[in-house]
């Protein structure tokens, strides 16, 4: 007991290396914007199938109408966010007027006629169009 009194230290912390830390926060970065583009893509081949598949299954589809106005709404909202945070306003501007025209709340047309079928195949043309127009420059201004 006489001895002399012993102080706890806390252990010296290892300095932070700041080429490990960017190189991490790098490889971060890389995959949120390769997961990013992967759920986009999804969204599009969704929606791009689903109105496919409206089109040519048009006489069995009136009961099932507000499910797909629901989703194609969804997607083109979706995509109308991607595309002005990536600043394709030309792009982001169609995507909110295709969300408005399915939106299921306030629905601009019945899935029963002729032309509402020719809308509803036209409608696929900007899904496919963002396909060939943004593939290449999503991944990097998301």
Known sequence: MHGSPQVWEPPLAKPLDEAVW???????RAQDRQSSAARIKAVKWTSLVGLLAVAALWSHITPYQEVIRFIVAASAMVLAFQAFHSRH??????????????NPLAPVFNFSGDWQQAVVAASATPFI????????RTAHNV
């Open 89 to 102: 306003y030309a792009f982001a501007t169609v995507f909110g007027a295709l969300a408005l025209l399915y």
């Open 22 to 28: 960017q190189a991490w926060l790098l490889k971060g």
């Open 129 to 136: 169009t963002s396909f060939a127009s943004l593939n290449g």
